[in-house]
């Protein structure tokens, strides 16, 4: 797996869990003021398209100290790995991601050209009624009024020119019904929700093939309405004819349905009904302890998800342990290159290599970190490690995070793998990284040793 499709993998997991807890928490705590369970789930929301922005830096390796850095990146493609002109796995992701949001978004334009069309044909509601203009100074908001027969219930649409849309039938309704339907539309116009569900349909693109953000994002639209029902019985003070209402407008849309609108739907009706005739409200002190809780709660998830499944894991991390080679310690990995390196490399290492990378290496206790007054080494030259013809046929890839020592002649020492997806590709990284040469690094212009990181990643094609 690509370094890109694990991170967006990552994203994924993590935005599922930060979504799906925002969907049980508040039941669980007991949040039942529908203004308070709107505000947490959009925070969630945003949260979740926030997660790769926020994701904490990546532990270090070996040494366990963050400030031992990583000074060195190399990619070793695999040009050859691939059919000429066939797509990779990336590739294929990518595009099934792009092509679910470019329809969505596509769906999303429709529906805005449906509302323009329908306002256009939608005449003015004149007169208007008393009830109406009672509402407007009510809400203390004011908003274009229309008829049009081509809608079963009320709408509120429009965010620079706001408008409100009624149903030929509005005019069947009883005064204080009316009142209250206007009420309602007026404190939508009030709050801008036409801008939120906006962002809200874009935010359902991008996340168009997470189930939970589809799951929540229908909960913040029930909850939206069952705060602004709540505010329309506190304004008007008539529960009884706002039930009615919300029952005759029911009844018109099943004798007379009309064609399905885009960001609006009847199917939180009977919810919203029973939720405004049980409605009990929260004490406050009960609404500041359970939404205290639900964000403490969300937190913890969000810091559990991002702990459990972090961005900028080894491209070929499947769980599994590292290499052999990668838990060895300084000292082991000098024990194994020579072990399994001397027959062959006598002649032409032992001399310089024993001398300047034995000797040199034997104690780690001048060996500083890069930071402060101490220069990082530059890059003289590297030497690319090799593909592994055997990893290239059984399509390993993935990153090696190698840790180093450089002297203060700037040659790599005790060098040893902290992370890799498998051993011939640690193989390979070692032996490319012990024939780095440097530039050393330095303290008040003084060569000294340091540490190193530097990390390998082997990509196919």
């Known amino acids: 797996m690509t370094p890109l499709l694990a991170d967006l993998a990552c994203w994924w997991l993590q935005a599922g869990l930060l979504l799906g807890a925002a969907l049980v928490i508040p039941a669980a705590v007991r949040l039942r003021d529908p203004a308070t369970r709107l505000r947490v789930a959009q925070a969630a929301l945003i949260a979740a398209l926030a997660l790769p922005l926020v994701q904490p ?10 400030n031992v850095r990583t000074a060195f990146s190399l990619v070793v493609p695999d040009e050859r790995a691939a059919a000429p002109g066939a797509p990779s796995l990336e590739t294929v992701v990518l595009a099934a991601l792009a092509a679910g949001a470019f329809l969505r978004l596509g769906w999303l334009g429709a529906g805005l050209l449906r509302l323009r069309a329908l306002r256009r044909s939608a005449r003015p509601l004149s007169p208007v009624p ?64 036409s801008r939120a569900v906006l962002l809200e349909e874009l935010a359902r693109a991008l996340f168009w093939s997470q189930p939970a953000a589809w799951k929540l994002l229908s ?34 849309a099943q004798e007379a349905p009309s064609g399905a609108l885009p960001f609006h739907s009847r199917s939180h009706l009977l919810r919203r009904v029973a939720h405004l005739a049980k409605e009990v409200p929260m004490s406050r002190r009960n609404l500041a302890l359970a939404t205290t809780a639900a964000a403490v709660l969300l937190l913890l998830v969000g810091a559990a998800g991002a702990a459990a499944v972090p961005f900028g894991r080894s491209e070929g991390d499947s769980g599994a342990e590292p290499a052999a080679s990668s838990a060895a310690s300084p000292s082991d990995a000098v024990r194994e290159g020579v072990s399994g390196g001397v027959p062959g490399g006598v002649a032409g290492g032992v001399a310089g290599g024993v001398r300047g990378g034995v000797a040199e290496g034997a104690d780690d206790g001048d060996v500083l970190k890069v930071g402060g007054d101490v220069k990082e080494p530059v890059v003289v030259s590297n030497v690319p490690p090799t593909y592994p013809e055997e990893a290239r046929k059984n399509r390993i890839q993935g990153r090696v995070i190698v840790e180093a020592v450089i002297s203060e002649k700037g040659i790599v020492t005790k ?17 490319a990284v012990k024939k780095w040469t440097y530039r050393p690094a330095t303290k008040k212009g003084k060569p000294v040793k340091v540490f190193l990181t530097a990390t390998v990643s082997f990509k196919l094609s």
């Open 57 to 66: 830096a990546p532990r270090g390796g070996g040494t366990g100290d963050s």
């Open 130 to 193: 008393a009830s109406v203009v009672s509402a407007a100074a009510r809400v203390g908001a004011t908003a274009e009024l229309l008829v049009s027969s081509e809608v079963a219930s009320p709408l509120a649409i429009g965010w620079r020119r706001p408008a409100v849309i009624l149903p030929e039938r509005f005019d069947a309704l009883e005064a204080a019904e009316q009142e209250a339907v206007a009420c309602h539309e007026l404190l939508h116009v009030k709050r801008r929700d």
């Open 219 to 252: 909960g913040i639209s029930l909850a939206r309405e069952q705060a602004i029902d709540g505010d329309v019985v506190r304004s008007t003070g008539d529960r009884r004819s706002y039930l009615r209402a919300l029952a005759r407008l029911a009844q018109f």
């Open 415 to 431: 060098v040893r793998a902290v992370e890799s997806p498998d051993p011939m590709l640690t193989e390979s990284a070692l032996e």
